[in-house]
């Protein structure tokens, strides 16, 4: 099987060598840190288990690979533009494609290249850290949700098909119906989380607790997130803002990953995680004005407006 990931960061390290370590021929496309990589390798730390590929196979551009059995997509979404450049020369008829972005709009990018039953959305819960250019550490979480780009017959065979592969590396994982209710479980932490942290400059949890009113703003704004998504039909747990908030909380020093873009002086995923999620909440009528300053708040940060 041969498979690409587009984006070798922390999660394309993650799933591509776990692949690789199960005989998948794996293709690592890769910028900043292609020359480190050809030097030095690909390795993963974890607790699980470490990884090492003294020569993988890394390249990049896409012309250099040919046409894929899967496509994981994992770069940060405001690369998205690239996918025109990339994805024709490793697509063929039967290619599955799946998305690791954060937010929303990333599955119907890939799909202007593919047949929508051959895309995938998958949410991924393991922390994972870069500690060099060609090292990357995985501190924690083992779950990876996967959900079909349309509810159809052969969407839900795919999203399984992916589920089953992965679970053969030694992650656990779940098949969601519907991704846009997948989706919110998951912005229901980023959009206040991530957006104050950017806000506010880049901020790590403790720091947040000691700014006075930016606990309560990530709470009036998660709250206003979990109402939109029941306004769209996909309501979800009643302690979800509980166990986020307490999440959050837990997270002492660590800073969220838009707040640690913010501060290398990289783009953030705006239009991903708060724009295309806050235009979905318009269109439902949802009362959002929390959420609304905080976008303004965030494009002020990013020097946007």
């Known amino acids: ?14 799933y591509g060598t776990r692949l690789a370590r199960e005989g998948a021929d794996v293709y690592f496309l890769a910028r900043s840190n292609y020359e480190t990589i050809c030097k030095e390798g690909l390795r993963l730390l974890s607790d699980e288990g470490d990884i090492f590929l003294p020569h993988p196979n890394v390249y990049k551009h896409p012309r250099e690979c040919g046409p894929m059995d899967l496509i994981i997509v994992s770069w940060k979404s405001f690369l998205n533009h690239q996918l025109e450049k990339s994805l024709p020369y490793l697509l063929k008829e039967d290619t599955l494609i799946f998305t690791l972005q954060n937010g929303m709009g990333n599955a119907e990018s890939i799909a202007r ?9 998958a949410l991924c819960y393991s922390t994972c850290i870069p500690v060099s250019p060609a090292v990357v550490r995985h501190v924690g979480g083992n779950d990876t949700r996967f959900a079909p780009m ?20 030694g992650i656990r994982t779940t098949v969601c119906e519907v991704a846009e209710g997948m989706l919110w479980r998951k912005l229901l932490l980023n959009i206040p989380y991530n957006g104050v942290s950017v806000a506010l400059g880049g901020l790590s949890s403790n720091q947040l607790a000691e700014v006075p009113g930016a606990v309560e703003r990530m709470r009036g704004v998660m709250e206003e997130v979990f109402h939109t998504a029941e306004l769209r039909g996909f309501p979800l747990p009643p302690e979800s803002i509980k166990r986020e908030m307490t999440r959050i909380r837990k997270m002492g020093d660590f800073i969220p990953s838009s707040g640690q873009d913010l501060l290398r002086g990289r783009p953030i995923e705006y239009d991903s995680i708060w724009e295309i999620p806050l235009q979905k909440a318009l269109e439902v009528g949802a009362d959002v004005p929390l959420w609304r300053q905080l976008c303004v708040d965030i494009r002020k940060r990013i020097g946007r407006d």
Do not use: S
């Open 1 to 14: 099987m041969k498979v690409a990931i587009l984006g070798t960061g922390a999660l394309g390290t993650y």
């Open 113 to 121: 290249f593919a047949p929508q039953e051959n895309v995938c959305v």
């Open 150 to 169: 349309v509810n159809t017959p052969g969407g839900l065979a795919h999203a399984q098909w992916l589920a089953d592969l992965f679970a053969r590396t």
